[in-house]
């Protein structure tokens, strides 16, 4: 059911399995009828205070069946280079961060995770570019695991608040 290694053939987010930051597998699956806002993360960059904003729009839409995931990665600027106990650290003591985050990864290249590969084929970026520009580039997933859209990095949080509640009243 979980295909980690050919994400052309999946049919929805909840076919992917992920490493939570404490390092144990988790299959996305578990979300299954949850709104995601899978977002790629970092502690040192200009956007960083959009976790500020992640957590906000958690905190307000989890009980109605938000749940945003993210997802370190030091691919920009390098400015993810901490282990995961640094992350988890950094992410709770500077913004309250409760949603939860994942092993560091790589959005683009050869080492691109799987479910990032999925999410960047599903909904391509500016003139149908697939690669991710820069951290906190969001994408929204319906409750049925299709990719619904793809936010820039410079889309704040309290921006999407529309588009989330129109998925979670459907």
């Given at each position: ?17 992920v490493t939570r930051l404490a390092g144990t ?18 502690s040192h960059c200009g956007f960083t205070p ?121």
């Amino acid at each position: 059911m979980i295909n980690t290694t050919n994400p052309a053939n999946t049919t929805s987010v909840f076919d992917f399995s992920v490493t939570r930051l404490a390092g144990t597998p988790l299959a996305l699956d578990c979300y299954r009828g949850k709104v995601l806002l899978i977002v790629n993360t970092a502690s040192h960059c200009g956007f960083t205070p959009q976790y500020q904003g992640l957590e906000k729009l958690f905190r307000q839409f989890k009980d109605a069946g938000l749940v945003v995931l993210g997802f370190p990665c030091n691919q920009f600027g390098h400015q993810e280079p901490g282990n995961a106990a640094d992350i988890g650290t950094f992410c709770e003591t500077n913004y309250g961060v409760s949603f939860p985050l994942f092993e560091k990864i790589e959005v683009n290249g050869q080492a691109t995770h799987p479910l990032y590969h999925y999410l960047k084929q599903q909904a391509p970026g500016l003139l149908g570019s697939t690669a991710i520009k820069w951290n906190f580039t969001k994408f929204l997933v319906d409750k049925h695991g299709a990719v619904i859209r793809r936010y820039s990095p410079l889309i704040k949080p309290e921006d999407l608040v529309s588009d989330v509640q129109q998925l979670l009243a459907e």
